[in-house]
């Protein structure tokens, strides 16, 4: 059973940093798009970025450009989403999802997703 495990949330003060991981099992996701959403308390769950199958390619919201990095190992079947400077507004759960094809944004393109790990920014 395929399986996507996040990790690495926490609290941090705003313009601290953070690195989530997203381990897959069950099965590799080496041929799969991989992203990153986020929803926060009484909002819909929003897309932050996503890589492509090889890494060659990202995309990410405008609110987070410059500031948040996605990269994966598929070596180790890992995806990670390195924040920097991190905001109040940034304070979600943070899943991170796969998908087959083409790096998308769009949420039901997503065909696996992890449980979320949260993350709260303090001011």
């Known amino acids: 059973q395929a399986q996507l495990v996040e990790s690495g949330g926490g609290l941090v003060q705003a313009g601290g940093s953070l690195r989530l991981s997203c381990a897959a099992s069950?099965?590799?996701?080496?041929?799969?798009?991989m992203g990153w959403f986020r929803q926060a308390p009484g909002k819909e769950r929003e897309f932050v970025g996503a890589?492509?199958?090889?890494?060659?390619?990202?995309y990410y919201v405008d609110s987070v450009k410059g500031r948040f990095t996605i990269s994966r190992d598929n070596a180790k079947n890992t995806v990670t989403l390195q924040m920097n400077s991190l905001k109040p507004e940034d304070t979600a759960v943070y899943y991170c999802?796969?998908?087959?094809?083409?790096?998308?944004?769009?949420?039901?393109?997503?065909?696996?997703w992890g449980q979320g790990t949260q993350v709260n920014v303090s001011s």
């Open positions: 999802a796969a998908k087959y094809g083409a790096i998308s944004s769009a949420r039901r393109e997503y065909g696996w």
């Open positions: 069950g099965r590799t996701f080496n041929s799969h798009a």
């Open positions: 890589i492509s199958w090889s890494g060659g390619s990202t």
